[in-house]
């Protein structure tokens, strides 16, 4: 990991585990494989509309910032409803999804600057 500080980069190798866990983390967000993550405890609910799912790292340096992270299945699409990002500090990230377009075309267009 690099950081530009007042127009100087430089590495930073003690982030790299950090941002390993980070990588799993969104992994395990993507494939929603909670159960077989070793960095949280998955905590699972439900209601007649939602599947929650609430994970608490056991991960020590993730422990450090977050106090949990909460995600919300529709039960209807299963679809990710909201993500939310409770940090040890009191801060908390949300998302919300919705109006979601799946499979629709995409021109190829949209990735000619890659």
Not at 76 to 101: C, P, Q, W
């Amino acid at each position: 990991m690099k950081i530009k500080e007042n127009e100087k980069e430089k590495n930073v190798s003690s982030f790299n585990e950090a941002i390993g866990k980070i990588k799993e983390l969104m992994l395990t967000l993507v494939n929603g494989e909670f159960h077989n993550n070793k960095s949280f405890t998955p905590f699972y609910f439900q209601n007649n509309e939602i599947y929650f799912v609430k994970l608490i790292p056991k991960n020590k340096k993730l422990a450090q910032i977050f106090e949990s992270i909460q995600l919300t299945f529709s039960k209807e699409t299963m679809r990710l409803k909201e993500l939310a990002f409770h940090e040890k500090s009191g801060d908390k990230s949300i998302m919300k999804f919705y109006n979601d377009v799946v499979n629709e075309n995409l021109s190829d267009k949209l990735f000619s600057n890659f």
